[in-house]
């Protein structure tokens, strides 16, 4: 099973630089755990415990997963994911 994986610039230094890398898993979670064992690190830049941390955001082909069911999403063969960290700040 194939899965696309975009990397946000702010990871990017968990992926050797890479823009998107495949991953494999019948969940977001098993996918995570997937990248993990090839890019160490970048699990934990995207999870906090047992769910995603509060402002990181992760997208199945264009769909908030935080509305489906989270890392326990069910993923299929040809699936995007797009992780997206919370941008905010600037001046008032």
């Known amino acids: ?12 230094t968990y992926t050797d630089g890479a823009k998107a ?8 979670a098993d996918l995570l755990t ?4 090839r890019h160490t690190g970048i699990r ?3 999870v906090d415990g047992e769910g995603l941390r509060r402002f990181v955001n992760v997208y199945l082909n264009d769909e908030d997963v935080r509305f489906l069911q989270g890392i ?6 040809g699936d995007s994911i ?3 960290p919370a941008v905010a700040g600037g001046m008032r």
């Open 34 to 37: 997937d990248l993990e064992s």
């Open 21 to 28: 890398v495949d991953g494999s898993g019948e969940t977001i």
């Open 1 to 12: 099973m194939a899965i696309e994986v975009r990397i946000p610039t702010i990871l990017r």
């Open 82 to 84: 797009t992780i997206l």
């Open 44 to 46: 934990e830049r995207i």
């Open 72 to 77: 326990d999403t069910k993923l299929s063969d």
